[in-house]
């Protein structure tokens, strides 16, 4: 290490004395220096000036939805580590802190993990499974529609035939879903029709996008950001809050399968298309429920399931109306349950959405014009890949954004090529609520007495 | 209102949402940070969006004998040098300017005052940018997060007496680079 001049220990000493961060007697040594120095006091001066203008500078701020995404994220992220990475934190980030190890020396609070319990990996990726499904079912079905629809505009003013939408392109497989419970994966298709197109893209969405299928690198951020963004906006048409209702479930019922079998016939309906695959839920050869519990444990608080459900305000509100009423469990927060789950579709419903199209260049387009356009724009879902492999693709932009202005302006755009859509009647009608469900070992659902109340 | 360790137990229970409230409480201050670190706001969001599902799945690591936002800030910092180290910026005041955002400016100021404060903050953003990473990064901490010496020690894991000499060639850098700027508001 270098030796400091005496000039710079006196220099380092006024920053220290900017910062508060000398002793009284340095403190008063200093303060007697730039007395008596001008050069040192103008040095004095100009650090707080950098200060000053440091602290001038805008103070970015996150979106308020910002916990949300993360917690959507950090919950994929748990559903996608396999068991046997429970133990010590491989990521290079978390080793450097240090904190992770167990160097047995500092006392440390070790607390259940969430999604400890084998049965709530399936629980957790049936809800996936779920989601992705319904999610697939409202805007996925329209982008077809709207990708057909747009080929057959390009089409028609190239003279050659409207090519089908590529759904189909993409080898199905059921790896990722295989990802979240190796032994008791329910496929694809027990939850929906095999060959229909809601399958085939969720299919694709489970291979190429899923985070569940990459757990981790630059891939994985990026099909995280798609179904956040799928989460927030495009799956529930408009951005909403999650309500969440906590539920206690007696071990009894759970055992049972009795929620698993309200939320099926609220929600997930299993069909029998493919005779080699699906089964109806419940039938004698076909994949019985699973059961909430999986066995003893030693604390029953540590057990519990996160599941997000999808569907129209009577959908949600039957399924909760069904749990609240189900013997065996019990909703104990009030507040939750007085939820207006039709508010947040007030102004959705209302809202048209705008749909421009434009014919772009394909060597504008693949130069990265409409990406650069879209830069201050988060979280747009084009993807890296997007100008090589589509033909169009939607930036998301709202007549009115100086973005859309400037597409409008391009000189390879050709604008009065095709009319704007109103595509307000296709937003769907849909909200999202948060069910957690914990394990109590009472009979009722009801929670312990005070005095039998499992401690942390 | 519950302190970070209340939350993390909760969290550790089973409740995600405490896990929320303490994104919710950490998140603009992280934010901040980190866009001055890696230099862009975009960057900036993953990095911290990142940071916080590693401190999620590995909250049981998480040992009590330091401050939560001790034990994020260094997940960020180290998620956020490796994110520099792989993309090794080049830096222009056009790009900065582009990727942090524009600096909000007072409606009421007239037009040719509001482009100055924007030029002035380009000037700053860019002279922190050619900070080395390990320079900036106790600026950011000290100047724009007012952490203590023993904080940022903590935080980017070196000895308090490094903390004082980096902050101290950090300050004299920017002085150097931007020294017109600063004759002014000495003036």
Request: charged share 30%; glycine share 6%.
């Amino acid at each position: 290490m270098n030796e400091l001049s005496p000039q710079e220990r006196i220099e380092e000493q006024i920053s220290a004395y900017l910062d508060g961060e000398l002793s009284a007697d340095e403190a008063a040594s200093v303060e007697q220096l730039l007395t008596d120095r001008d050069d040192l006091r103008r040095l004095h001066d100009e650090m707080l000036a950098v200060r000053a203008r440091l602290k001038a500078l805008y103070r970015h701020r996150l979106d308020a939805d910002f916990s949300e995404h993360v917690l959507r994220r950090a919950e994929r992220a748990v559903l996608s580590r396999p068991a046997s990475q429970a133990g010590p934190p491989a990521d290079e980030s978390i080793q450097k802190t240090g904190e992770a190890s167990d160097n047995g020396a500092a006392p440390s609070v070790r607390l259940p993990r969430p999604f400890s319990n084998a049965r709530s990996w399936l629980w957790a990726g049936l809800a996936v499974a779920a989601a992705v499904v319904l999610y697939v079912n409202q805007p996925g079905e329209d982008e077809l529609q709207d990708k057909t629809a747009g080929d057959q505009r390009l089409a028609a003013r190239s003279g050659k035939e409207a090519m089908p939408a590529q759904a189909d392109s993409l080898e199905p497989t059921d790896s990722a879903f295989k990802a979240i419970a190796p032994d008791e994966a329910l496929t694809i298709e027990q939850v929906a029709k095999p060959q229909s197109p809601l399958v085939r893209k969720t299919r694709k969405l489970a291979t190429v996008k899923s985070p569940l299928a990459k757990a981790g690198g630059a891939g994985g951020r990026q099909a995280d950001r798609f179904f956040e963004n799928r989460d927030s906006k495009k799956f529930s048409g408009e951005k909403q809050n999650v309500v969440q209702h906590d539920f206690l479930v007696s071990r009894q019922v759970a055992q049972a399968g009795v929620v698993e079998r309200l939320l099926a016939e609220n929600k997930i309906v299993m069909k029998k298309n493919d005779p080699g695959n699906a089964k109806p839920v419940g039938s004698a050869d076909g994949p019985q429920p699973r059961s909430l519990a999986g066995g003893p444990t030693k604390n029953a608080r540590q057990q519990f399931d996160v599941i997000y459900v999808e569907g129209s305000p009577q959908q949600v509100e039957a399924i909760l109306s069904a749990l609240r009423s189900q013997p065996g469990v019990s909703q104990p927060n009030a507040d939750a349950a007085k939820a207006d789950h039709t508010a947040p579709l007030a102004d959705a419903t209302k809202k048209a959405k705008l749909e421009s199209t434009f014919i772009a260049g394909r060597a504008w387009r693949d130069a990265g014009e409409a990406r650069l356009l879209t830069k201050n724009y988060r979280n747009r879902p084009i993807p890296e890949a997007a100008p090589q492999k589509k033909a169009d693709g939607d930036l998301g932009l709202k007549k009115g954004d100086r973005e859309h202005e400037e597409l409008a302006a391009g000189r390879q755009i050709d604008r009065d090529a095709l009319p704007e859509t109103v595509a307000s009647k296709d937003a769907p009608a849909l909200v999202t609520i948060k069910l957690v469900l914990r394990l109590v070992d009472t009979a009722n659902g009801k929670p312990p007495a005070p005095s039998a109340k499992p401690s942390d | 209102m519950k302190d970070d360790a209340q939350l993390i137990c909760e969290a550790l229970a089973g409740d995600s949402s405490s896990f929320g409230e303490l994104v919710t409480r950490h998140q603009d201050r992280l934010y901040n940070t980190m866009v001055h670190v890696v230099g862009s706001a975009d960057d900036a969001r993953d990095v911290v969006q990142d940071a916080f599902v590693q401190a999620f799945v590995k909250l049981d690591t998480f040992k009590s004998n330091s401050a939560f936002y001790t034990w994020l800030y260094r997940i960020a910092f180290n998620l956020g040098i490796s994110h520099l180290r792989r993309k090794k910026p080049t830096v222009s005041i056009d790009k900065l300017q582009e990727d942090t955002g524009s600096e909000p400016t007072d409606a009421d100021d007239a037009p040719s005052d509001r482009i100055e404060q924007q030029e002035r903050a380009g000037q700053v953003h860019e002279a922190l940018a050619q900070l080395s990473e390990e320079h900036r990064s106790v600026l950011v901490l000290r100047e724009m997060e007012d952490r203590t010496y023993e904080e940022i020690s903590a935080i980017l894991d070196v000895p308090v007496g490094t903390v004082r000499s980096r902050l101290h060639r950090a300050r004299i850098q920017l002085r150097d680079q931007l020294k017109e700027v600063l004759q002014e508001d000495l003036s």
